[in-house]
């Protein structure tokens, strides 16, 4: 059984088929594997909100509750720029914007999840105590509810 130009050499498959596209040789298009890529893309941005979200909440409540002066810098550090990926993120694709609650509530359990057990000896609250609308936090201003 043969292998597809899909399965042998994904960069050069995606190369030809943007030729096609351009081309507008619709005929001759791997539909089948183009569809699945699209469709994971989308699946792509969706993780990557939640997962640089679930970062940016794990250095906030390191940030708020951890006693760990030496790491302070390091932390402000990722925050700054876990805000500002999400920011470009978002910027680049607004319909994730409509995501932004049910990816909150997924990234709060994985954060707090990985830090009480990264910090047995730290209380951490069970809920998110501010607000989490997104200008709120991307922007440094949640403690105002």
């Known amino acids: 059984m043969t292998r597809s130009l899909y399965e042998q050499d994904f960069l050069r498959w995606a190369e030809e088929t943007a030729a096609k596209l351009k081309g507008r040789d619709f005929e001759h298009l791997d539909l089948e594997n183009l569809i699945a ?3 994971s893309l989308g699946r792509s941005e969706k993780r990557e909100l939640r997962s640089r979200l679930t970062v940016l909440l794990e250095h906030l409540l390191k940030r708020m509750y951890v006693d760990s002066g030496a790491d302070y810098h390091g932390w402000e550090t990722t925050i700054r720029e876990q805000r500002r990926q999400l920011k470009l993120n978002l910027e680049d694709s607004p319909s994730l914007k409509a995501l932004w609650e049910n990816s ?3 990234a709060w359990q ?3 999840a990985d830090l009480r057990q990264e910090y047995p ?4 609250p069970d ?3 501010h607000t ?7 922007n440094g201003n949640f403690w105002v509810e």
């Open 110 to 112: 994985l954060a707090i």
């Open 127 to 129: 809920r998110w105590p």
């Open 37 to 39: 890529e699209i469709e």
């Open 121 to 124: 000896q730290t209380v951490f």
């Open 132 to 138: 989490t609308a997104m200008e709120a936090i991307l």
């Open 104 to 106: 909150f509530e997924r």
